[in-house]
């Protein structure tokens, strides 16, 4: 039996690991002693700062720079972990942009914009890692998606849908690979205190804050731990589901 938790020796890619939700997914892989791959779009120093923790406690990262909405570099950004690492066990698909505008105002710029970045290169990056996982006959992967995919949210018509979008692929992928003993599963976090909360308008972020049972924002940590379990052993039979963390928002 493996020890609880533990992620010893398994390979993690976390996309947008530098900042928010990502940079505390990535420091609690690492922490429970994976190897992680810290991608990143433009915030190379945060990266960078993400891996020199990691190292400061003897553990193992490398920063990459990809721009996950294009396809070339997220399949790069998969060759390069199993690279530099030899594996691949574990991908946390993250990396998220919002562009909120009521659906009048809404442009197909901003449309693709999200679609490509949140659901394409969900799509994307586990085809990839599928296809080294499935030669290995292991791997979890854990799709960052949000309430807004299951409540719907005023003013994120793009954003909900590419969340939603997620969580139907989670479900989908599960049922594809779980033969090949690869888990797949969706985080749904609720409002979380992270930059991507400064868009929204004050007094908006206080109304639905009111809709949370607990009354409160979450910690990116609190995201994290949920994603370090369904990445663990101990979370081997759980596959296709979708974990609510978001103060009891969404009870599905
Ligand atoms: P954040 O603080 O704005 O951080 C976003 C991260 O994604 C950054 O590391 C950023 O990297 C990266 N990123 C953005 N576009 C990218 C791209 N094209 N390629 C690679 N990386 C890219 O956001 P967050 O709150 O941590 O959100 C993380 C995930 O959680 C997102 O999927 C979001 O939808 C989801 N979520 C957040 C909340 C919330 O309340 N915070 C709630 C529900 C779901 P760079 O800075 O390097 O570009």
Redesign the pocket.
């Known amino acids: 039996m493996s020890e609880f938790l533990s992620l010893k020796d398994k390979v993690a890619v976390v996309?947008?690991?530098?900042?928010?939700?990502?940079?505390?997914i990535a420091l609690e892989l690492a922490r429970r002693g994976a190897k992680v791959v810290v991608?990143?779009?433009?915030?190379?120093e945060?990266?960078e700062a993400v891996v020199r923790e990691i190292q400061g406690w003897g553990g193992q990262a490398a920063a990459f720079?990809?721009?996950?909405?294009?396809p070339a570099?997220?399949q790069n950004l998969i060759k390069f972990a199993i690279e530099t690492f030899g594996d691949l066990h574990i991908l946390v698909?993250?990396?998220?942009?919002?562009r909120d505008k009521l659906i009048m105002m809404l442009t197909e710029e901003d449309w693709d914009a999200v679609l490509?970045?949140?659901l394409k290169?969900t799509f994307i990056c586990s085809k990839a890692a599928v296809k080294h996982m499935m030669r290995k006959r292991y791997g979890r992967i854990i799709n960052?998606?949000?309430?807004?995919g299951q409540m719907g949210n005023p003013g994120q018509t793009n954003?909900s849908a590419?969340?939603a979008g997620q969580i139907g692929f989670t479900k989908a992928l599960a049922r594809e690979v779980a033969g090949r003993n690869i888990t797949v599963n969706a985080v749904?976090?609720?409002?979380?205190?992270?930059?991507?909360?400064l868009s929204m308008p004050p007094e908006t972020l206080e109304a639905a804050l009111k809709l949370v049972p607990l009354g409160r924002?979450?910690q990116?940590e609190e995201?994290a731990y949920a994603v370090a379990f369904l990445a663990s052993d101990q979370a081997a039979y759980i596959t296709g589901q979708v974990l609510g963390v978001?103060g009891g928002m969404a009870m599905m």
């Open positions: 996309t947008g690991g530098s900042r928010g939700i990502g940079r505390a991608n990143y779009n433009r915030s190379p945060a990266a720079q990809a721009d996950v909405a294009d570099a997220a698909n993250n990396a998220g942009i919002t490509d970045t949140n290169s960052i998606a949000s309430v807004a954003y590419s969340k749904a976090p609720g409002f979380v205190d992270t930059e991507i909360l924002k979450g990116p995201i978001d």
